[in-house]
């Protein structure tokens, strides 16, 4: 006998009725190619997807503004989102651990998927051949410009074989939103070649790790990979004590996170503080105001050099 989950099971009976309706429905000859529904789970690969699809998709985030990744849980309501979806974007490499049965259970013909945590390193990484095997393990891969050009062919390639006729337009339009990111990526290098110091210390969780390996820093973050990994009073010690040595003077703290551990380094140091948003969401505000991916890291990009002395 096969035995399935309760949340499985409960699965089942919810996309089940989607399932028949499809088989049901048949769209005429004559109707207008619909919209490719595109959902990601985090705003970067929402982005991504938007800029390439353009007016030919549909694209939405799983993630209600300012909510957590790394804790959020979907509802009913969004797992029929998923349901009825041509193509679902998640991270993967742990960050959803809902995500593997959720696509399992809903089972539906044709959904295709791209798990941006499985897509390689570029060859010309500058960490070399450590990159894939580090992403795999940090999920922030969305800081990582170089993989994120490498994600964004992938995109292309399968909004191509789900929209044929769009695939030239998918081409350009992933071009050019590559240009932004190799023009971010040049300012990130031509930025951190003038700085005093090389070390930042991170009063969030450990998301700037792929960012500060691309660009020779190095990160003491107060947290583990996860928010919820909080540090040993030795740990604290030793990170205000290796911040002494260095003569840190700036503490970051991460946006919508209590800056409550920055600010306590910062006192000791005799620091200011500085925030870096690791980028995986947007407050309402935020989305109201049309703020962008490249918006975000350029904004870090200014605070990194305040707090790294850079000229």
């Not at 499985?8 to 088989?23: H, R, S």
Request: contains cysteine.
């Amino acid at each position: 006998m096969i035995k399935i989950s309760p949340f499985a099971a409960l699965l089942l009976i919810l996309v089940a009725p989607l399932g028949l309706l499809a088989g049901m429905t048949s769209p005429s000859a004559a109707a207008p190619r619909p919209k490719i529904k595109i959902m990601a789970t985090v705003f970067p690969l929402m982005e991504f997807a938007r800029e390439i699809a353009g007016d030919r998709g549909e694209v939405g985030i799983l993630l209600p503004p300012g909510a957590e990744i790394h804790s959020w849980q979907p509802r009913v309501s969004d797992i029929r989102k998923i349901a009825v979806l041509d193509l679902f974007l998640f991270i993967g490499s742990g960050l959803e651990p809902w995500a593997t049965e959720v696509l399992r259970s809903v089972g539906r013909p044709g959904l295709r998927t791209i798990e941006a945590a499985r897509v390689p390193a570029p060859p010309e990484d500058p960490a070399g051949p450590a990159a894939a095997s580090e992403a795999g393990e940090d999920p922030h891969i969305w800081l990582d410009f170089g993989r994120d050009l490498v994600l964004i062919d992938r995109m292309v390639r399968v909004l191509g074989e789900l929209d044929p006729d769009g695939a030239e337009e998918f081409a350009k339009r992933g071009e050019a939103y590559k240009d932004k990111l190799r023009r971010l990526d040049a300012e990130y290098r031509d930025a951190f070649r003038t700085c005093d110091e090389r070390t930042f210390v991170f009063g969030g969780h450990a998301a700037f790790g792929l960012l500060a390996r691309r660009y020779g820093l190095v990160q003491v973050p107060v947290y583990g990979l996860s928010p919820d990994a909080a540090p040993s009073p030795k740990a604290m010690t030793g990170i205000i004590e290796r911040a002494k040595i260095l003569r840190i003077r700036t503490v970051f703290f991460e946006e919508n996170v209590s800056d409550k551990m920055a600010r306590m380094i910062a006192r000791e140091l005799r620091a200011d503080v500085r925030v870096l948003n690791p980028g995986h969401n947007l407050t309402r505000a935020q989305f109201d105001a049309g703020v962008t991916f490249i918006d975000l890291m350029r904004q870090n990009l200014e605070n990194f050099k305040h707090g790294l002395g850079c000229r």
